[in-house]
């Protein structure tokens, strides 16, 4: 199972972006789908997830800011980010995890997308 992001990029406090991962390949059925984030020199961290049934959770550091969707038909998970802060800057990876066809299970990384905020 392939992951391609797109969405990140360069912009200032207060700004907003859209990050998309979508998900190809032999799939059966996708469970959750969520970003995860790598600033340097720290670890890599949940920043939002999201069931198949639509349930989300978010790190208490984007709560209210960032919004998390996904398209099931289309394999896709969105993250809206709004009044984004410089400590918001990092690489951002999506996590996909369900099962391949023939039920085996599966759990893909995406190549990771910058987003850079400027104070």
């Known amino acids: 199972v392939q992951l391609q992001a797109s969405g990140g990029g360069w912009v200032q406090s207060g700004g907003s972006l859209r990050l998309s991962c979508a998900a190809s390949?032999?799939?059966?059925?996708?469970?959750?789908m969520g970003w995860y984030r790598q600033a340097p020199g720290k670890q890599r961290e949940l920043v939002a997830d999201?069931?198949?049934?639509?349930?989300?959770n978010y790190a208490d550091s984007v709560k209210g800011r960032f919004t998390i969707s996904r398209d099931n038909a289309k394999n896709t998970v969105l993250l809206q980010m709004n009044s984004l802060k410089p400590e918001d800057t990092a690489v951002y990876y999506c996590n996909v995890r369900g099962y391949r066809l023939g039920f085996r299970a599966f759990g893909s990384w995406g190549q990771g997308t910058q987003v850079t905020v400027s104070s």
């Open positions: 999201i069931t198949s049934g639509g349930s989300t």
């Open positions: 390949g032999s799939i059966e059925s996708i469970n959750a």
